[in-house]
Nanobody
């Protein structure tokens, strides 16, 4: 059983940066593709970025390309989302999720495990 815990959220001004962490326990993380999702108030959850188990394949939603970077440290059993040039529309609860067997690619469907989320608020 894999457990995921997100951290790193908080209040930041527009243009600022945050780094979200997704720490895993209970299993080796390199067997899992990891995706970051977000859900803003009154909106549907959307996939933001994902990374394959081996870390050599990544995806980003168009709205964050060039601003967010996903990477992983399998030795630390963790995945990170570096978020730069944050905008008010990035405000949401951010969740990480794991998809077993996605070692070579990643996607936003078929997640097997979810964290409880961390709140990111971008406001002046």
């Amino acid at each position: 059983q894999l457990q995921l815990v997100e951290s790193g959220g908080g209040l930041v001004q527009p243009g600022g940066s945050l780094r979200l962490s997704c720490a895993a326990s209970g299993s080796r993380l390199d067997y899992y593709g990891i995706s970051w999702f977000r859900q803003a108030p009154g909106k549907e959850r959307e996939g933001v970025s994902c990374i394959s188990g081996w870390g050599d394949s990544t995806k980003y939603v168009d709205s964050v390309k060039g601003r967010f970077t996903i990477y992983r440290d399998n030795a630390q059993n963790s995945v990170y989302l570096q978020m730069n040039s944050l905008k008010p529309e990035d405000t949401a609860v951010y969740y990480c999720a794991a998809d077993w067997g996605r070692r070579r690619d990643c996607d936003y469907s078929g997640m097997d495990y979810w964290g409880k989320g961390t709140l990111v608020t971008v406001s002046s």
